[in-house]
């Protein structure tokens, strides 16, 4: 899955995630995708890393982290 599929199926699930437990899951497992690449990116300075496949994906910081302080407490 690329960056732009990514952020297509986010677009599609995440309206739905704060009512819909199967798309808050679908949400979560993105938010997995994103935090394993960030850690596969092999990038000297390391800061912005998370940013930089955020705004790959077109995903708005504020929506990942509200979906995973949301998984958090599941």
Same mark, same amino acid.
């Given at each position: 899955? *690329?960056?732009?599929?990514?952020?297509?199926v986010?677009?599609?699930?995440?309206p739905?995630?704060? *009512?819909?437990?199967?798309?808050?899951?679908?949400?979560?497992?993105?938010?997995?995708?994103?935090?394993?690449?960030?850690?596969?990116?092999? *990038?000297?300075?390391?800061?912005?890393?998370?940013?930089?496949?955020?705004?790959?994906?077109?995903?708005?910081?504020?929506?990942?982290?509200?979906?995973?302080?949301?998984?958090?407490?599941?």
């Open positions: 899955m *690329d960056d732009k599929e990514i952020g297509r986010w677009a599609e699930y995440y739905k995630s704060g *009512d819909d437990r199967d798309a808050l899951q679908i949400c979560g497992l993105i938010c997995r995708l994103i935090r394993a690449e960030t850690r596969l990116v092999l *990038d000297i300075s390391r800061s912005g890393t998370l940013q930089r496949v955020l705004n790959a994906c077109g995903i708005a910081e504020a929506d990942f982290d509200e979906v995973e302080k949301r998984l958090v407490k599941v």
